[in-house]
């Protein structure tokens, strides 16, 4: 059983930096593989980043790889989100997501996925 809250979003020009976090709950936490997803006003929702349970595998979007980057602190139980040199098309509500037994890459494509946080907003301006 996990549960989720992520913090960190806001308000930022174009070519800014956010960082966002995901706090869990739940002592198996840092056994999960971990992600990132955001989704805009009306538009479907999109993969951003996962991470394997042990770290030491990442997957990225194509539209974030090289801007954003994903870790995690397991003494902590909290995922992160650097995201640099943003733009206004990264305006959306990010969540952070788990789920078990899944590789980074399969995280992107998985139909249900059981642990979500609440998200937080991000906003890009031009």
């Known amino acids: 059983q996990v549960q989720l809250v992520e913090s960190g979003g806001g308000l930022v020009q174009a070519g800014g930096s956010l960082k966002l976090s995901c706090a869990a709950s739940?002592?198996?936490?840092?056994?999960?593989?971990k992600g990132w997803f955001r989704q805009a006003p009306g538009k479907e929702r999109d993969f951003v980043a996962a991470i394997s349970w042990s770290g030491g595998d990442t997957y990225y979007a194509d539209s974030v790889k090289g801007r954003f980057t994903i870790s995690k602190d397991n003494a902590k139980n909290t995922l992160y989100l650097q995201m640099n040199n943003l733009k206004p098309a990264d305006t959306a509500v990010y969540y952070c997501?788990?789920?078990?037994?899944?590789?980074?890459?399969?995280?992107?494509?998985?139909?249900?996925?059981?642990?979500w946080g609440q998200g937080t907003q991000v906003t890009v301006s031009s």
């Open positions: 997501a788990a789920a078990r037994y899944t590789a980074p890459q399969a995280m992107a494509v998985m139909y249900s996925i059981p642990y």
């Open positions: 739940g002592r198996t936490f840092s056994t999960y593989t």
